[in-house]
């Protein structure tokens, strides 16, 4: 059964480097997404990206953020210059569809924890 | 106003019982409702979609919806210990584009042999 696939499992990284999230969304799909779920928290919208472009972004999506789809089949979400407050699970989710009946299929996620 | 509210639990049920899982909206025009498991750790595990009122129904899970009522539940037949997870209830929002998914804090269900 296709699934999300996610890279890396785990990134440690220090305050105000960068880092890359990766992704490979389900191969026929064209609606992807990020999440973020700080420990103990809710899962949280940080923004959506179909037809190489974002169609919608969280609050929390700032400038310090942005999303790429590098080729055909990777997504990735980079952060310029982590904070500690970044330190979260990122999962990222992909659907074939949009529109109200778009069922969201989540990667099995990267832990980030900034140190 | 929390737009997804659940009740955090932990829910505890004996092996073989019925699990009700509970969740509430705010968004009066949300059309599309998901429940998601997720084990501890792990990611979210889509388990059920419902967009009409009613029940529906795949194996040991139905979803109810009522929009009249802004409600949405999850009912787990035969509950094995296999199914202890936190539950995800999660919402479209239509103001939104219907790109987005809010999720409530969700519902840890604690199934006991």
């Known amino acids: 059964e296709p699934e999300v696939t996610q890279t890396p499992s785990h990134q440690v990284t220090q305050m105000g480097q960068e880092v890359i999230l990766r992704c490979v969304p389900i191969?026929?799909?064209?609606?992807f997404y990020w999440y973020r779920q700080i420990l103990g928290q809710k899962v949280e919208f940080l923004v959506s990206?179909?037809?190489?472009?974002?169609?919608?972004k969280s609050e929390i999506f700032d400038d310090q953020f942005s999303v790429e789809r590098p080729d055909g089949s990777n997504f990735t979400l980079k952060i310029r210059s982590t904070k500690l407050e970044d330190s979260a699970m990122y999962f990222c989710?992909?659907?074939?569809?949009?529109?109200?009946?778009?069922?969201?299929?989540f990667g099995p996620g990267t832990r980030l924890t900034v140190l | 106003q929390k737009e997804v509210e659940q009740n955090s639990g932990p829910l505890s049920v004996p092996e073989g019982a019925i699990a009700s899982l509970n969740c509430t909206y705010s968004?009066?025009?949300?059309?599309?409702f998901f429940w998601y498991r997720q084990y501890s750790g792990k990611s979210p595990e889509l388990i059920m979609s419902?967009?009409?009122?009613g029940d529906k129904e795949d194996g040991r899970f139905t979803a109810q919806l009522n929009k009249a009522s802004q409600y949405v539940s999850l009912l787990i037949r035969d509950s094995q210990p296999s199914d202890s997870a936190t539950y995800l209830c999660?919402?479209?929002?239509?103001?939104?584009?219907?790109?987005?998914?809010?999720f409530g804090a969700g519902t840890r269900l604690a199934v006991h042999p």
């Open positions: 989710a992909s659907s074939f569809d949009r529109g109200s009946y778009n069922e969201q299929f």
């Open positions: 191969s026929n799909h064209l609606y």
């Open positions: 990206f179909y037809n190489n472009e974002i169609s919608e």
């Open positions: 968004d009066r025009g949300s059309q599309s």
């Open positions: 419902i967009y009409s009122n």
């Open positions: 999660a919402v479209n929002a239509p103001r939104d584009g219907y790109n987005k998914l809010i």
